[in-house]
C-alpha cells in the first residue's frame, strides 16, 4: 500500500484515542525526519520510550566513569555521546579537559588495539547500548582473550528492552496501546521474546524498520489490530528479523554476560533488565577488579528527563526544556544524545513556524 | 633524499630547514613568486579583492577521492569562489609532527600541486614548523587565498528574497559519507569517493552567465543543513527544501542509514548552494550541466515569504518539517 492509502486506512480505522510508543532512539529520530506525526490524525499519539541508551544510563554509572578516567593507570575508551551526559557532578568531557586520558572510539573493537599500545595502562570500555551493542562488546572481550590481552575491561551498564516494556505496563501509568517494536534490537533477539506482550498484557506489538512507508505500515498494523481488539507481534521488518534473532550474536552475549538487576535513570531499578558479565570473565570487569565506590547523593534538579523516557510527559512539559536546557547546555540526557527524545523534539519537533 | 622522517631540526630555521625546504617542498610546489624567497608576496590584484583562510585537520588523511593537502586547496579556493572571486595566490603553512614520514609528505605535496595547478592559482608563500612528537595529529596545514572579485557580482546573504530557487550544484553528502566509512571501516564500493574539487572554475562560469545570482556558499561543515541554517538566519527569509528533488547517490544514502546521519547534515567538499531568481534558473541550470562539476545541479527548494529564517522540508511522503541548524559532531548512533 502507498502512503496516502495507509494513512486513509488507519484514520478510518482510528475510531478512538490510540497511543503507540516507539521504544527506539532511532525510530524517534527516524518518525521526526519523515515528519511522520504530522501526517496522523490527532486521536493516534506517537509516545518516546526508554529506547536511547545513553539516555537511560544512571548518574551513577557516569560517576564511576569519571572516578575511573581520573586514575593515572586509566584509559577510559567510549562512544563520543557519553561525553557530554551529566554525572551527579561533572562529566566525562569536564574530566577530559582537566587532563583525564579518555578516548572516543566507534567500536568497541577499537579498545582492543588501544590496549595493545598501552600495555601499562588499564583500558576501560564504557559497555552501553542494548541488545544490540552487547553481543559486540561480548565479542570483544572473546578477542581479548583469544589474543592474550590482559589491560581491557569492560564497565558494563547494557540493558535489555523487553523487561523495562514490562515495568512500564506494570507500573500502570503510560497508557500504551500498542509498541512500535526496535528493528534493530529485533535483529539480534528475534520477535519470539515480545510474545509476553501478547500473553500476559494483550497488547499488540510490531517490528517495525526505520524507513517512513515501514514505519507508516507498523503504525497501520497496529492501529488495524487495535481497532479488531487484536494483540498480536508481528513483524513489518521481515526482510532482517527473525523469529529466533541472530543465534549467534545471542549465543556470544550469553556466553560472556548474564541478565542481572539494573538502575535505569528516572526509572529505578529494574530486575533482570541488565547485563553483567559470568563469573568466567570477571578478569574483564573493571568493577569487580577494580571496584570504586561513588556514591553521591542523588542531584536536585527540575529535568523531567526520567518521565519524559517512560512516554509520561512530552518534552515540552517539562520546565527546562529549550530554556535552560539545550543542546548546547544540556541538563538532561535526553537532550544529550543524538537520539535523545528532547533533542529530537528540540531539533526537529518545534512548530514554531508554518511554512505553508 | 637524504632522511625519511621530519624531524624537530628541520623546523628549527637552520640548515636542516632549508634542505626540507630546498629537497621536499620546492620541488613540488616551486614556482616564479615563491623564488623571490622573501617574506612575503607581492600581487597585483586590480579592482576589489577577497581574502580567507581555514586550517585542515582531518582523519583519516588520506581517503578515497582526495587527502588533507587536497582539501586545503579546494577549501580556500572554495571559500574564494563563494565571494565571487577568482583566487590568484594562496598561502601554504604547514605544521607538522615531529617524525612524519617525508614520502606521506611528498604525496600530499604533489595533490597540492595538482589541485592548485587545476584551479588555476600558485602557492605564493608559505611557512613550515615543526612541532615535537604528541603535539600534533601528524599534519595540520593551513592555507589563506586571495582573489580578484569578478566584475559586476554582488554575492551577499542580505541578497537572498522570497522566490528565488535553492541550487545544488550535484550530489549531497559524498565527502562526508567516505571519510566517515573509512573512520569506521565500512566497505564502500570504488564509486563512492570524495567529493573534494577546486569549484572557482564553475562558480566563475555561473556568475558570468548570471550575474542576478544573489548569494552562493559551499556546505561544507554541517552540510546543507547548516549552510542554509546560516543563510535563513542571516538574510531573514524563509525556505522550503523538497526532499524527493534531493540529489543523493545510493552509496552515500547507505552510509547515512547504517551511521544514523542524516544527509542533509553530513559535510560537501565540492559542492556550490545557488540562490538565483526563478526566471534565469533554466539559464544558470544549463551553464551548470555543461561543467564538469555542475553535471548534476538541480532545484532542490525554493525562499518563501513565511516561516522568516527558518528552513523546512517537505518530505516524501508530503509532510513538512524543519530543518534543524546540526547540533555539535555526529557521531554514530549506539543503540
Given at each position: ?10 484514520r ?5 484515542p490510540i ?5 527506539c ?8 525526519r519523515?515528519?511522520?506525526?504530522q ?7 506517537l509516545v ?20 575511573y578516567?581520573h586514575?593515572?593507570?586509566?584509559i ?11 554525572g551527579?557532578?561533572?562529566s ?5 579537559a ?15 588495539d ?16 542494548f541488545?544490540?551493542?552487547?553481543p559486540?562488546?561480548?565479542a570483544t572481550?572473546?578477542a ?10 569492560m ?6 528492552v ?15 496501546d ?6 534493530h534490537v ?6 519470539n ?13 510490531v517490528v517495525a524498520g526505520?524507513?517512513p ?7 497501520y ?13 508481528e ?18 552475549l ?10 535505569w ?28 565506590h ?5 542531584k536536585?534538579?527540575?529535568c523531567?528527563?526520567g518521565?519524559?523516557l517512560q ?12 530554556k535552560?536546557c ?8 535526553c537532550?544529550?544524545s ?7 523534539w528540540?531539533k526537529?519537533g ?7 | ?13 637552520g ?81 607538522i ?28 608563500t ?20 586571495v582573489g580578484?572579485?569578478?566584475d559586476?557580482?554582488?554575492?551577499a ?33 570504488d ?5 573534494c574539487?577546486?569549484?572557482n ?16 556558499r559551499?556546505?561544507t ?19 522550503l527544501l523538497d ?15 547504517i ?5 542533509l ?12 531568481p ?7 541550470l ?6 564538469k ?12 515569504d513565511?516561516a ?9 511522503l ?14 554514530p548512533?549506539?543503540?
Open positions: 500500500m502507498a502512503a496516502d492509502e495507509l494513512l486513509d486506512g488507519i478510518k480505522m482510528a475510531v478512538r497511543r503507540l510508543m516507539e521504544v532512539g532511532t525510530h524517534t529520530v527516524s518518525i521526526f519523515a515528519g511522520l506525526r501526517l496522523l490524525p490527532q486521536n493516534v499519539e518516546s520510550g526508554p529506547g536511547c541508551p545513553v539516555c537511560v544510563t544512571a548518574d551513577s554509572f557516569m560517576d564511576d566513569a569519571i572516578e578516567a586514575k593515572d593507570d586509566v577510559v575508551a567510549t562512544f563520543g555521546d557519553m561525553l557530554k551526559i551529566p551527579t557532578k561533572s566525562l568531557g569536564e574530566a577530559k582537566e587532563g583525564a586520558d579518555v578516548r572516543i572510539v566507534y567500536s568497541s573493537m577499537d579498545c582492543l588501544i590496549a595493545r599500545e598501552n600495555p601499562d595502562k588499564k583500558v576501560v570500555f564504557l559497555a552501553v547500548g541488545e544490540t551493542t552487547a559486540t562488546a561480548a572481550v572473546l581479548a582473550k583469544a589474543a592474550g590481552i590482559i589491560n581491557l575491561y564497565l558494563s551498564a547494557h540493558k535489555l523487553p523487561p523495562v516494556m514490562r515495568a512500564l505496563l506494570d507500573g500502570g501509568k503510560a497508557r500504551v500498542g509498541f512500535i517494536l526496535p528493528g529485533c535483529v539480534v533477539t528475534g520477535t521474546e515480545y510474545q509476553f506482550l501478547t500473553d500476559e498484557y494483550h497488547i499488540p506489538g526505520f524507513e512507508l515501514q514505519l507508516m505500515r507498523a503504525i498494523r497496529l492501529v488495524r489490530q487495535i481497532s479488531l481488539g487484536e494483540a498480536r507481534v513483524n513489518e521488518y521481515g526482510d532482517v528479523v527473525e523469529p529466533d534473532g541472530n543465534p549467534r550474536a545471542r549465543q556470544i550469553s556466553e560472556v554476560y548474564e541478565p542481572c538487576e539494573a538502575e535513570r528516572g526509572i529505578g531499578k529494574i530486575p533482570a533488565s541488565g547485563l553483567r558479565m559470568r563469573e568466567a570473565y570477571k578478569d574483564y570487569d573493571i568493577s569487580y577488579v577494580m571496584p570504586v561513588t556514591s553521591l547523593p542523588p536536585k534538579t527540575a523531567r528527563c518521565e519524559v512516554g509520561l510527559v512530552k518534552p515540552e512539559e517539562c520546565p527546562l526544556f529549550g535552560a539545550v543542546p548546547e547546555h544540556a541538563v538532561g540526557p537532550m544529550v543524538v537520539e535523545g527524545v528532547c533533542a529530537a528540540y526537529y518545534r512548530n514554531r513556524f508554518t511554512f505553508e | 633524499m637524504t632522511f625519511d622522517k621530519i624531524t624537530l631540526a628541520h623546523g628549527a630555521g640548515s636542516m630547514s632549508h634542505e626540507l625546504m630546498d629537497k621536499i617542498i620546492d620541488p613540488v610546489i616551486g614556482n616564479p613568486a615563491l623564488e623571490v624567497f622573501h617574506d612575503g608576496a607581492r600581487l597585483s590584484p586590480g579592482g576589489d579583492i577577497a581574502f580567507t583562510t581555514d586550517s585542515y585537520v582531518v582523519n583519516p588523511r588520506f581517503f578515497p577521492g582526495g587527502n588533507i593537502g587536497k582539501l586545503s586547496v579546494c577549501g580556500t579556493v572554495n571559500d574564494l569562489a563563494m565571494t565571487g572571486a577568482e583566487p590568484i595566490g594562496l598561502s601554504l603553512a604547514l605544521i609532527e615531529e617524525g612524519f614520514p617525508v614520502a606521506e609528505l611528498q604525496e600530499i605535496l604533489h595533490t597540492i600541486k595538482n589541485a592548485a595547478d587545476e584551479a588555476g592559482v600558485s602557492i605564493v608559505g611557512d613550515t614548523k615543526v612541532v615535537g612528537n604528541g603535539s600534533a595529529d601528524g599534519l595540520f596545514i593551513n592555507t589563506a587565498g580578484r572579485i569578478i559586476g557580482t554582488d554575492i546573504p542580505s541578497n537572498i528574497r522570497p522566490g528565488m530557487d535553492i541550487i545544488i550544484s550535484g550530489t549531497i553528502g559524498d565527502h562526508a559519507a567516505t571519510v566517515m566509512a573509512s573512520r569506521h571501516g565500512i566497505d564502500i564500493p564509486s563512492l569517493k570524495s567529493d574539487a577546486p569549484l572554475g564553475l562558480a566563475s562560469k555561473m556568475l558570468k552567465a548570471v550575474p542576478e545570482i544573489a548569494c552562493m559551499d556546505p561543515r554541517g552540510g546543507v543543513a547548516a549552510t542554509l541554517n546560516e543563510l535563513a538566519q542571516q538574510s531573514g527569509v524563509g525556505m526532499e524527493e528533488s534531493l540529489p543523493v547517490r545510493e552509496e552515500t544514502r547507505g552510509v547515512s542509514d551511521l544514523g546521519f542524516d544527509v547534515e553530513l559535510a560537501n567538499e565540492g559542492k556550490l548552494l545557488a540562490f538565483c526563478h526566471e534565469r534558473t533554466e539559464e544558470l544549463s551553464v551548470m550541466h555543461g561543467h562539476y555542475g553535471r548534476e545541479a538541480c532545484v532542490i527548494g525554493k525562499t518563501i513565511k522568516a529564517g527558518e528552513v523546512g522540508l517537505r518530505t516524501a508530503g509532510s513538512i518539517r524543519v530543518v534543524g541548524m546540526p547540533m555539535g559532531a555526529i557521531v548512533r549506539i543503540c
